[in-house]
């Protein structure tokens, strides 16, 4: 199986059909390089920023 996971991003095209699609992908900036992240949470304690999710 071929599957990539991009995160934060927005599919602005999708063509083909099965086994041939063709996407096009807008990745959005980010803050944080996503490869050196260990998800460690330290930037979380420190953010200022207090997510709260929206009710479904
Ligand atoms: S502090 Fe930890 S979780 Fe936050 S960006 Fe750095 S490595 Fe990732």
Known sequence: MNIQ???YADI????????HFKVKVRKR???VDPLRC???GT???SCPVIYQPVPA
């Open 29 to 31: 900036a980010r803050s």
């Open 38 to 40: 260990t998800g460690c």
């Open 5 to 7: 996971v991009i995160t």
């Open 43 to 45: 930037c979380v304690e």
């Open 12 to 19: 602005e095209s999708l063509e083909g059909s099965q086994g």
